[in-house]
């Protein structure tokens, strides 16, 4: 796919993504306005999900070669990019998102507060704002933010706690969450886009990122705590502190995060883990009595918006190569934070791992861009 046309079509197309982005909430609000259960209200709905742009966009743009290229030229096109990362976010979310990885997470959240050294409602504030987001390296960011949010909401968001409270404390939860999923390549979809591309392995993803992600989740805690820490003393509310009662048995647990492990472990075999995950709902299926209904659509809908940027990024090069190359390293590292904020943080990294032949500081500096930026909107 090297003809100039081509080229230009594709990054129009791309551009109108990114710019159907903006309009998914004006997509959801006439579809309100739409005939109950039509067909045009659900087609708008399905528009208002953003997680369906990038696929959608791209299903375009695969119609477009195949009447411009030919079938020969889109196949070929189509069997030279990976869908590897897709499809094992598809895989990890459904699997981190299950009852018993969730209670197993809870557990630690729950462990931590009883040995630390201070008093009972400061340590459990403490271990939900670190603990939880650095656990979104290893149980994906989307499960560590809903089982930190849980905790939260029902040890002090539904007790009388100040807003000034509830909107600090929910500022340093999704800064962290996006800052805290770094410790591992396999987790937070900006960094798994590019970490096989790149060769960025555990050791290089914790000497590059995760100790500095450590330090910035500890720190903006700990400021959080100390400026909240009336409340959380207990001057207007009695924190709530009796534990969750779990449901699932322990040998259950000890299974599922078997399979979660194994998955991980094989991110870069597709046959393998996508064969571990088909064991898995089979698991699921015999344990039901334990499970509540899998996050197959959630997590489908991600892989999608996933698997669209692979197709649509693909065809972006010819005019990313000398925009990067112009860049120094700090102007692309701000350019990316702010980027980040109106722009999914995937598709940024995405895009600059289509570009061959960067530096190691060009690549250091669009992912701790894409990460910094990521609580900004």
Known sequence: MKHESTNAVATVIFSLAILHTFFVGSFNKMAERARPKSTTRNFLHILGEVEVVFGAWASLLCLFLYFSEGSSATLAYLNSLSFTEPFFVFAIMIVASTRPVVESAQDLLFFFPKVLPVRRELSTYLCCLILGPLLGSFITEPAAMTVTALILRERYFELKVSQRFK???????????????????????????????????????????????????????????????????????????????????????????????????????????????????????????????????????????????????????????????????????????????????????????????????????????????????
């Open 167 to 377: 909107y600090f404390t929910l500022a340093v939860l999704f800064v962290n969450v996006s800052i805290g999923g770094v410790l591992t390549p396999f987790a937070a979809p900006p960094v798994l886009m590019v970490a096989g591309k790149w060769n960025w392995r555990l050791h290089e993803m914790l000497t590059l990122f995760g100790w500095k992600a450590v330090v910035a989740v500890t720190l903006n805690a700990a400021l959080a705590a100390f400026l909240l820490r009336r409340e959380l003393l207990g001057s207007k509310a009695k924190i709530k502190l009796d534990n969750v009662k779990n449901s699932s048995p322990i040998l259950l647990k000890i299974i599922h995060l078997t399979f979660l492990f194994f998955i991980v472990i094989n991110v870069h075999h597709l046959v393998v883990f996508v064969s571990a995950l088909l064991f898995f709902l089979g698991l699921v299926r015999a344990t039901k009595h334990h499970q509540e209904e899998l996050k197959i659509r959630e997590s489908l809908l991600v892989a999608f918006f996933l698997g669209g940027l692979v197709v649509l990024g693909g065809l972006q090069d010819w005019w990313l190569r000398p925009l990067i190359s112009s860049l120094q390293s700090f102007p692309l590292f701000i350019g990316a934070t702010f980027l980040t904020a109106i722009t999914d943080n995937a598709a940024l990294t995405y895009l600059g791992s289509q570009v061959e032949g960067i530096p190691d500081s060009f690549k250091y500096a669009l992912v701790a861009g894409a990460i910094s930026g990521g609580g900004l909107t």
